[in-house]
């Protein structure tokens, strides 16, 4: 686990040219052999970064209780997915940023990554099945991944107004998102 903490760091703050075997290795006092022992190789410990990021986010998705109502559930899920940026913020480029020039994930890595999103596609099931939202065509959970990807990610970057409650806005953001996409709201255009 230290090990890919550290290499995550190495990416974020200093970019794909400074994550080699042997700085990881030295940064959490081990041996080079040991890394290659662990992950084969650079390739094996990108992989292992890559797959290590999404089950951190899946795993805090899938900890978010349910509360019986897919609105308010949709919300606590969009509020775990920032707590998950900002609790390992140098994971998150790993996933999405194109952190590592020339990383494909393979198949099975592209399964995981996607299974994270689990709970985000149980949620809006089930307002969908029970009549809370109308989503005719699939697009809500993808719509609802991008509101909160990208709110994340301008606040990663620093790229939002100075001085602005980032918690209650992005909440505030969640909210408004998920009452577009509500049957109510069907009627109305949005």
Known sequence: ????DRAGELLSREGAAALSLRRVAADVGTSTTAVYSLFGGKPGL??????????????????VPATGDPAEDLVRLGIAYRASALADPHLYAVMFGGAIPGFEPDDDATQHSRAALDPLLAVIGS???SGVFTDT?????????????????????????PGLDLAATYERALRANT??????AAGREV
């Open 137 to 161: 065509d699939g697009t809500m959970a993808v719509a609802c991944w991008a509101i909160v990807h990208g709110l994340v990610s301008l606040e990663l970057l620093g790229n939002l107004p």
């Open 46 to 63: 990108v992989r292992a970064l890559y797959l290590e990021a999404f089950h951190r986010l899946g795993t805090r998705l899938r900890a």
């Open 127 to 129: 307002g969908v099945h």
């Open 179 to 184: 009452a577009g996409w509500m049957a109510a």
């Open 1 to 4: 686990m230290r090990l890919l």
